[in-house]
Nanobody, 120 residues
Framework: QVQLVESGGGLVQAGGSLRLSCAAS????????MAWYRQAPGKQRELVAV???????NYADSVKGRFTISRDNAKNTIYLQMNSLKPEDTAVFYC??????????????WGQGTQVTVSS
């Protein structure tokens, strides 16, 4: 089995910063894309940022220039550095990873989520 554990959420004032971490563990053969999603109250879950195994990144327009996704392949961990936070960034942030557990095909796994609250 594979587990993803997020950490680093919390309460911050507008304009502040937070750094989220997500560590994957278990019987992992390889990890392809890893990503951060978020879900605000009453809204659909949306993609925030994604990073490939080779480090190529892509961001939602709403976070470009403010958020940075990074990855440590040796630790099976991704990070999300969030700067210049806005109240509209308030959401539960979820980590996901496309993981291969040999000999099965890769599948997506999700973390339990971490709350980020930005006060005005």
């Amino acid at each position: 089995q594979v587990q993803l554990v997020e950490s680093g959420g919390g309460l911050v004032q507008a304009g502040g910063s937070l750094r989220l971490s997500c560590a994957a563990s278990g019987s992992i053969s390889s990890i392809n894309d890893m990503a951060w999603y978020r879900q605000a109250p009453g809204k659909q879950r949306e993609l925030v940022a994604v990073i490939t195994s080779s480090g190529i990144t892509n961001y939602a327009d709403s976070v470009k220039g403010r958020f940075t996704i990074s990855r440590d392949n040796a630790k099976n961990t991704i990070y999300l550095q969030m700067n210049s936070l806005k109240p509209e960034d308030t959401a539960v942030f979820y980590c996901t990873a496309n993981v291969r557990v040999w000999p099965t095909r890769p599948k997506d796994y999700w973390g339990q989520g971490t709350q980020v609250t930005v006060s005005s």
